[in-house]
């Protein structure tokens, strides 16, 4: 079985500073990882996905995610945040077998302060 | 432009009075999905289809029907809602249940029973 967790409900950083949420996962077999984002009274968008390429995923708007096998880690980052980036993230986990289905992490809030 | 249509956006209604929430994709994906999204717990799907006539449970089931007659639609039908039912639904599609495949989601139903 898979599963995914995100830790921090709610995450604030200053406009400019970095962005850092967290993300890790358990899975059998290699995973496949997504990060989405949703913006307010909008459905979720696709930032980036891992899935066996390279480790080190560019997304959409900046953002990036390093998959770091030893540590069952996906973090997202983003260099210097934009008032633009408060929504709501949601990592995810799926697999090659076709009886995984995609699982959703509870979701990280990010704030941005001016 | 590629999408995923829900309708009603908003709907409050009372107990026990049927109602369909409908979903259509112009993008010819055989995989479809319904989620519903609480503060706290994420995303947690309800049904998925992987084509025409194929339906399967998801999560949390209790309490929903769908139906797949056409490939663009999967509606969503609540029999008889209860207040535990109030909740943002998303439904979502992708080209196929392969699971390196990312979703599409709709911009989402906010239901309010009474």
């Known amino acids: 079985a898979q599963s995914v967790t995100q830790l921090g409900s709610h995450v604030s950083v200053s406009e400019g500073a970095l962005v850092l949420l967290r993300c890790n996962y358990s899975?059998?077999?290699?995973?496949?990882l997504f990060w989405y984002v949703q913006y307010p009274n909008q459905g979720l968008q696709l930032l980036l996905k891992y899935t066996s390429a390279a480790t080190l995923v560019k997304g959409i708007n900046g953002f990036e995610a390093e998959f770091k096998k030893s540590e069952t880690s996906f973090h997202l980052t983003k260099p210097s945040a934009h008032m633009s980036d408060a929504a709501e993230y949601f990592c995810?986990?799926?697999?090659?077998?076709?009886?995984?289905?995609?699982?959703f992490g509870k979701g990280t809030r990010l704030h941005i302060l001016p | 432009e590629a999408q995923v249509t829900q309708n009603p956006r908003y709907l409050i209604t009372v107990t026990g009075k049927k109602l369909t929430v409908t979903c259509s994709q112009n993008?010819?994906?055989?995989?479809m999905s319904w989620y519903r999204q609480d503060p706290g717990l994420g995303l947690r799907q309800i049904y998925y289809?992987?084509?025409?006539?194929?339906?399967d449970k998801g999560d949390v089931p209790e309490g929903y029907k769908v139906s797949r007659k056409e490939k663009r639609n999967f509606p969503l039908i609540l029999e008889s809602p209860s207040p535990n039912q109030t909740s943002l639904y998303f439904c979502?599609?992708?080209?196929?249940?392969?699971?390196?495949?990312?979703?599409?989601f709709g911009d989402g139903t906010r239901l309010s029973i009474l």
């Open positions: 993008m010819n994906h055989e995989y």
């Open positions: 995810a986990v799926s697999s090659m077998n076709r009886d995984d289905k995609i699982i």
């Open positions: 289809s992987m084509n025409v006539e194929v339906t």
């Open positions: 979502a599609s992708s080209p196929a249940i392969v699971s390196n495949q990312p979703q599409h």
């Open positions: 899975s059998s077999v290699p995973p496949y």
